[in-house]
Nanobody, 115 residues
Framework: QVQLVESGGGLVQSGGSLRLSCVAS????????ISWYRQTPGIERELVAS???????YLSDSVKGRATISRDTVKNTVYLQMNALKSEDTAVYYC?????????WGQGTQVTVSS
């Protein structure tokens, strides 16, 4: 089992930037993949970005070109850098660690983009 702690959210103006962090309590190279999801009331949970143990990355169309997912394997931390933020990026962002048959979630960090 692994514990995940997200941070870095906050209130930013449209066009601003944030870097979200997900700190894992275990070696992230032992985790099949780590992903960022976001949840907005009235909208289904959305996969935003993911990074596999091999370093392969994925970005959703909604953030492609504006976001980068990266990791620090020494600090066991995965980052989501988000630029050119839009109001539709407002959501609670959750970190998810995926194993073959189970997954773990962090508590979430709120991102609010004002106009």
């Amino acid at each position: 089992q692994v514990q995940l702690v997200e941070s870095g959210g906050g209130l930013v103006q449209s066009g601003g930037s944030l870097r979200l962090s997900c700190v894992a309590s275990r070696n992230i190279l032992s985790i099949m993949s780590i992903s960022w999801y976001r949840q907005t009331p009235g909208i289904e949970r959305e996969l935003v970005a993911s990074i596999s143990v091999g370093g392969d990355t994925y970005l959703s169309d909604s953030v492609k070109g504006r976001a980068t997912i990266s990791r620090d394997t020494v600090k066991n931390t995965v980052y989501l850098q988000m630029n050119a933020l839009k109001s539709e990026d407002t959501a609670v962002y959750y970190c998810n660690a995926e194993y073959i048959f189970e997954q773990y979630w962090g508590q979430g960090t709120q991102v609010t983009v004002s106009s």
